[in-house]
């Protein structure tokens, strides 16, 4: 058993509940999740409501911190949550005890700069949120805020589904693929260089153009977005080619054009392109993996996660007078 199976093992003794590769529930009033970073450090993130911009509060924080070393550190925070980055050691305590031990110390920094639990949801920001929901962290919300969410996500996900286009989609995404490849052709206009890794921003574009003129999302929008990024890769290599051929042999645009287009024809040609291409296309593909959540959103996926979200509605003990008369 892994180390994080075995954390979320111990953790079900507070009741809390693994999803994946979350595990999230309250501890003495305080919403929390916590997912694995690397090793043996994981994030926990608990759910405030605080000005990230504040930088009294980040100050407070980490001087409450600084006495714990690696054990505890503070390192993000959003309008709805603090994240900090907590080690759990194997040859130690018992991880719910280590867990109970980095709680303590993560609450009292909190307490100390004058942060409280969140006690508003989430979503629309009111009061006496009756539930409890895995959305954008474990958070406190109004079931109905919730509800209102899976409604929208369904109507869009089936709006998507009807009138989407593969067609204007991938039009979209051709497009979005050519200003991906713009700052590249400026480099090399501009310094005669080819800089890998601005390949990363063609499958985030042609994602973005995709979207943008109503693709349709399925797992044949997958496969358009990756090939169209790897068609990039060997466009701007023939391109690259056709402007060297045309340097060293003095010929006119089109004469490149045609010669390279044989040298891509033949076997031995394309598999040399090819291996000329490899740190491009692994920095293209690094630019897949970080548009991956994009591109994967299928409307199936959407509704999938949408389900999964509304598996983690529960009451919330805060407001649980209130939330039996909580609007459905």
């Known amino acids: 058993m892994g ?20 595990c999230f529930g309250t501890w003495k009033g305080w919403c929390v999740d916590l997912h694995q970073w690397s090793g043996n450090t994981y994030f926990l993130d608990v ?10 509060f980040r100050r407070a924080i980490k001087s409450a911190l600084k006495g714990f070393g690696k054990q505890v550190k503070f390192y993000s925070a959003t309008d709805k949550k603090v ?15 280590q867990f109970n031990s980095i709680m303590e110390i993560i609450t009292q920094a909190l307490r100390g700069a004058r942060i409280n639990p969140a006690d508003t949801c989430a979503i629309c920001g009111g009061g006496t949120p009756g539930s409890l929901c895995y959305v ?25 589904q009807e009138n989407g286009s593969y067609l204007t989609g991938l039009v979209g995404a051709i497009l979005g693929a050519v200003i991906g490849l713009i700052p590249t052709l400026f480099t090399i206009w501009a310094f005669e260089k080819i800089y890998a890794i601005l390949f990363a921003l063609i499958p ?8 943008k003129l109503n693709g ?7 496969a358009i977005i990756v090939i169209l990024s790897f068609i990039s890769v060997f466009f701007l290599q023939y391109i690259v080619v056709a402007t060297i051929f045309m340097d060293e042999y003095r010929l006119e645009f089109w004469e490149a054009i045609d010669t390279v287009l044989q040298v891509f024809a033949n076997f031995e040609g394309f598999i040399l392109i090819a291996k000329e291409s490899v740190t491009e296309i692994l920095f ?25 979200v509304m598996e983690t509605i529960h009451p919330n003990p805060t407001f649980e007078e209130n939330s039996e008369n909580e609007q459905e």
Not at 204 to 211: D, F, I, R, S, V
Request: hydrophobic share 40%.
């Open 216 to 222: 349709k999302k399925s797992k044949f929008s997958i």
């Open 284 to 308: 293209m593909a690094i630019g897949i993996v970080f548009a991956w959540k994009n591109i994967s959103n299928t409307n199936a996926a959407t509704l999938k996660n949408m389900e999964m």
């Open 83 to 97: 994240i900090f980055s907590a080690i759990f050691k194997k040859k130690a305590d018992p991880y719910e005890q």
């Open 47 to 56: 759910a405030v409501r605080i000005d990230p911009k504040d930088k009294e």
């Open 204 to 211: 985030l574009l042609a994602m973005w153009g995709y979207t």
């Open 136 to 160: 954008d962290g474990y958070q406190p919300v109004h079931k109905a805020c919730i509800r209102n969410i899976q409604e929208k996500t369904k109507d869009a996900a089936n709006q998507n």
């Open 3 to 22: 180390m994080t199976n075995q954390i979320a093992e111990s953790l079900k003794s507070f009741e809390f509940e693994t999803k994946g590769t979350v």
